[in-house]
Structure formats: structure tokens, C-alpha cells
């Protein structure tokens, strides 16, 4: 994706990815190399987990994330769960024999 504008039509300008606050970084030497492209680390969200997509350009960007938001920034908000459904932990167990005290 490219957030187009007279900086960006010569030069290979992607914008910054946050989700949630994190930001997302493409950069990574772990990331596959498949026939000259190589994987996106979006590629990992669920769309049905988004619950809304911003796009934050100009001096905003650069205001909220410094000069990383040269070429725009694209926020990527979840959908929030309730934390009891996330986790949830059940002990069971039995006393055999006697305690020592």
C-alpha cells in the first residue's frame, strides 16, 4: 500500500503500520522471500478481528509518530474482547494421603 502525494511518486515510499498501538515492521530478515516478494506481516491479522482502519497523513503522522511517519501512517484498531473470555484457568485436584504440618 502507498499513501500517494508529490513526495512519493519517484521514490518507494510505504507507510507506517500500527495495530493497536504496536508498530508493524516489514523489515525483519525472518520475514519469506516468495518469487521476489516477500510476506506481509498483515498477513497475520484476521480481517475479522478489525474493527476500524485510520489513515493519518502529513503533519498529524509526523506529530503522533515522528519522522518513521514520513510517508503516512495506517492504524489498525482490533476489536476488544472482554479479558474473562481470553483466559480462563480451572484447578482440580485431589489430596492423597496425609499432609505434613
Known amino acids: ?10 521514490g518507494q515510499a510505504s507507510p507506517l503500520y500500527i495495530v493497536d498501538g504496536v508498530i508493524v515492521n516489514n523489515d525483519s530478515p ?3 522471500d516468495l518469487g521476489g516478494t516477500s510476506t506481509n506481516r498483515l498477513a497475520d491479522l484476521n480481517p475479522e478481528d478489525i474493527a476500524r482502519i485510520e489513515v493519518v497523513k502529513g503533519a498529524a503522522a509526523a506529530a503522533l509518530y515522528g519522522s518513521r511517519a514520513n510517508n503516512g501512517v495506517v492504524q489498525i484498531f482490533t476489536k476488544q474482547r472482554p ?3 481470553l483466559l480462563s484457568l480451572r484447578a482440580t485436584g485431589r489430596k492423597r494421603g496425609n499432609l505434613p504440618t
Not at 1 to 10: A, P
Open 83 to 85: 479479558l474473562q473470555n
Open 1 to 10: 500500500m502507498r499513501l500517494r502525494g508529490t513526495g512519493t511518486l519517484l
Open 30 to 32: 525472518e520475514l519469506i
